[in-house]
């Protein structure tokens, strides 16, 4: 059984230099979430938000090229949907940073131990 990942559950995105944010946290949001028996669930319609994290460093290893991020989850389940949206069943590298190329993942479910897919 694998756990659903519920709304703002708290994700990382790898690959940013050490003397920068890495990982940077972030944690998947939407402003209408989905919900089930009142736990809401994640989808691949909401977005995983990023706050300003450095992609690259100076001379002085002093952090630059400054972005925030929002981005779609793109490993979702592929039996399960809403609107034709998949719910975000998957953990380990669901999107892409797009400043970094590195992998994105979500650090946990997000509490979620009721609602699963077996
Ligand atoms: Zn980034």
Same mark, same amino acid.
Request: proline share 6%.
């Given at each position: 059984m694998t756990n659903y990942v519920l709304h703002e559950a708290p994700a990382d995105a790898f690959d940013?230099?050490?003397?920068?944010?890495?990982p940077a946290p972030g944690e998947i949001t939407s402003s209408n979430p989905i919900t089930y028996n009142g736990t809401p669930i994640a989808t691949e319609a909401d977005v995983i938000e990023f706050e300003d994290h450095g992609h690259d460093t100076d001379e002085d290893d002093d952090c630059t090229d400054f972005q925030s991020h929002e981005v779609n989850p793109?490993?979702?389940? /592929? $039996?399960v949907s809403y609107n034709s949206d998949g719910l975000c069943?998957?953990? #380990?590298?669901?999107?892409?940073?797009? /400043? $970094?190329?590195g992998p994105i993942d979500f650090?946990?479910?997000?509490?979620? #131990?009721?609602v699963t897919e077996s």
């Open positions: 940013h230099p050490d003397e920068c944010s890495e793109e490993v979702v389940s /592929g $039996s069943l998957e953990l #380990s590298d669901v999107a892409t940073d797009p /400043g $970094s190329g650090t946990s479910s997000g509490g979620n #131990s009721v």
